[in-house]
């Protein structure tokens, strides 16, 4: 498989500060990265669809002033939550896709996510 | 838009008995569906996958089918282990882009 490199695994901050979270593909170029936001006990919510070189798509009910995302390569994706706040205390996990002319391009390998906690 | 169910929500089996995990989606255009297998805490990892011109995969204890007209796939777990105890999701795509996750199922094997 490939591999995907997530930081910071666990963060703790307080209220109204600012969390950078990296998403890394180590072996191979991204040109989509996805995030995902993951309440305990339930399933992997897509918040964002992260494009190389351009603009995030965000999904409905997403503030994406809140949620910064930037593409600066083909192998780093970011996501800044800003002024956070408790109620953003999550799991926070990026995915991505090699390119067309990867034989794995299909599949999606994830980071190993970041449990932000907001005090 | 776009839906994908899972059932059941939770799954208790005993040791060395068979698991079973159904899906549904709803966009016919999904041509790709890859399980994963989430442990508390850490990335979800792929364990299987099918496309959707094969109806059916296996993977030593693991088994995906797929119902293309009835937009139904499951997994099926063999001779389970303790150590299979986990999230499993299913999820469908139209190939590496947006993938729509099932719910997820918790599984529990009791030794």
């Known amino acids: 498989g490939a591999v995907v490199s997530q930081h910071p695994s666990r963060v703790i901050c307080k209220s109204g500060t600012s969390v950078k979270i990296e998403c890394r593909s180590l072996?191979?170029?991204?040109?989509?990265m996805f995030w995902y936001r993951q309440f305990p006990k339930q399933s992997l919510m897509l918040m964002a669809t992260?494009?190389?070189?351009?603009?995030?798509?965000?999904e409905q009910g997403v503030e994406k002033d809140k949620f910064l995302i930037n593409h600066a390569s083909l192998t780093l994706s970011t996501l800044t939550v800003t002024s956070a706040h408790p109620e953003d205390s999550s799991f926070y996990i990026c995915s991505a896709s090699p390119g067309f002319h990867d034989s794995r391009r299909e599949k999606l390998f994830f980071g190993s996510g970041t449990q932000l906690s907001v005090l | 838009g776009e839906n994908v169910e899972q059932h059941p929500s939770t799954l208790s089996v005993q040791e060395g008995d068979s698991a079973v995990i159904k899906c549904t989606y709803s966009d016919s255009a999904s041509n790709y569906f890859p399980w994963y297998k989430q442990e508390l805490g850490k990335r979800p990892q792929l364990i299987i996958d099918i496309r959707s011109n094969v109806g059916e995969k296996k993977d030593q204890r693991i088994a995906v089918t797929l119902n293309k007209t009835a937009k139904h796939f499951s997994l099926h777990i063999t001779e389970t282990q303790p150590e299979d105890s986990a999230v499993y999701f299913c999820?469908?795509?139209?190939?590496?882009?947006?993938?729509?996750f099932g719910a997820g199922t918790r599984l529990f094997v009791k030794a």
């Open positions: 072996d191979f170029q991204a040109t989509t």
């Open positions: 992260s494009n190389e070189g351009s603009k995030a798509t965000y």
């Open positions: 999820a469908a795509s139209t190939g590496g882009f947006k993938t729509i």
